[in-house]
């Protein structure tokens, strides 16, 4: 197997691993999200003018063919400063049955009636029960005009329309285009593990939309950078609403998929999993950023469905769940958290310098100097 989509994104964009970090755990062909068989995720991007730096990312649990059929699920907020719609019914249900958005912050309610009007299009006898569409947000106002007109719901189907399996685009595309990490240009990022299970081997994958972090905390492969990074920050001395903007404000939406079997109280504790992971890059978790996770597992396909009893029930009308002995779940875990640690570092290399509103400049990680700070590490050792 050619491990090329482990270096590069399908347009040629240094990854992590092109940098020679070392990361722990097995990634999938693709180390993408989409590396869990039926995933699938689209985008759609605007950059227009000198003020439009957003889009809309979209993510399809089983692919298009799934819509509507439920995946064991849970969520876990460890800042609550965001947004993820349909969490109740979530948390009500432990189920996850339709694609979920991930926008900017203001962008949230359009993405939503997006969804919406999409499964009605394609999928009209769903949109005669009731829908209630997962979408999340991160903050895009450095770079983008945030409280103009800019994402419409079409752009949600654009999204929809244009999700794939296969090796994912990153950086500065879909949801991810207007964001920021540790005070880089961040945005999309994704990786996966493989995880053995006796005769059976299963992926975890993770995606994130990276929006968070100060320059000073960043941690790669272990070693403390931050400091050695300081120059070239320029979100530093920006001031908001007449205040300086706190570092680390902006949010970070990540989404984790396995095919592994699971309750919905395992995936919940995979979610939270998730902190571990974004806590490796250095990440002190802020005040001002909305750290929201949300996990799912494709298996078990046809359980978990809410639909409208007709009639009384049948004699043999029960739903059954397959899942990983608790015991068990520790190799799921820790491929968790090994690829929310190597996404948030994808959507940091993947990317370039980025000017936005107002001439606000977002300066790309200075991939050759993390290099040599990485090799002077491992040369002291």
Aim: proline share 7%.
């Amino acid at each position: 197997m050619s491990h090329a989509p482990h270096l590069r994104t399908p347009s040629g964009k240094e990854r992590a691993r092109a940098l020679g970090i070392p990361f722990a755990g097995e990634p999938g062909p693709y180390n993408a999200i989409t590396d869990v068989p039926g995933v699938a995720v689209g985008y759609a991007t605007l950059i227009k003018g000198e003020a439009v730096r957003t889009g809309v990312t979209a993510i399809l649990p089983r692919g298009r063919e799934g819509v509507g059929s439920p995946c064991a699920a849970g969520f876990y907020s460890l800042n609550g400063n965001g947004e993820l719609t349909g969490t109740h019914w979530i948390e009500e249900t432990g189920s996850l049955a339709l694609p979920v958005g991930i926008t900017d912050t203001h962008g949230v309610g359009l993405v939503h009636r997006g969804l919406i009007d999409w499964i009605g299009a394609n999928y009209p006898a769903l949109a005669e029960k009731w829908l209630l569409p997962v979408v999340g947000e991160t903050w895009s106002g450095y770079l983008n005009d945030i409280n103009g007109p800019h994402i419409q719901p079409l752009h949600a189907a654009h999204a929809l329309d244009a999700a794939a399996r296969g090796p994912i685009e990153e950086g500065s595309v879909g949801g991810g285009t207007g964001m920021n990490c540790y005070q880089y240009k961040g945005g999309s990022g994704t990786a996966s593990r493989v995880v053995a299970y006796g005769p059976h081997q299963y992926t975890v994958g993770a995606f994130v939309q990276a929006n968070f972090g100060v320059r000073t905390e960043l941690t790669i492969a272990g070693v403390h950078l931050g400091d050695a990074l300081r120059d070239d920050n320029p979100m530093s001395s920006v001031r908001a609403a007449d205040a300086p903007l706190p570092g680390g404000s902006g949010s970070v939406i990540v989404v984790v998929a396995t095919d592994a079997p699971l309750l919905p109280a395992q995936c919940k504790a995979m979610a939270r999993r998730v902190s571990i992971g974004l806590g490796r890059t250095g990440t002190s978790g802020g005040h001002f950023s909305g750290d929201v996770f949300l996990a799912f597992s494709t298996a078990n396909e046809g359980a978990l469905r809410s639909d409208f009893p007709d009639g009384p029930p049948g004699p043999d009308e029960f739903d059954t769940l397959r899942f990983i002995p608790w015991g068990r779940i520790d190799p799921f875990y820790a491929a968790t958290v090994q690829a929310v640690e190597e996404a948030v570092l994808n959507s940091l290399t993947a990317n370039e310098d980025m000017v936005g509103r107002d001439g606000h400049r977002s300066p790309a990680l200075p991939r050759d100097q993390v290099r040599k700070l990485l090799a002077a590490r491992s040369a002291a050792e």
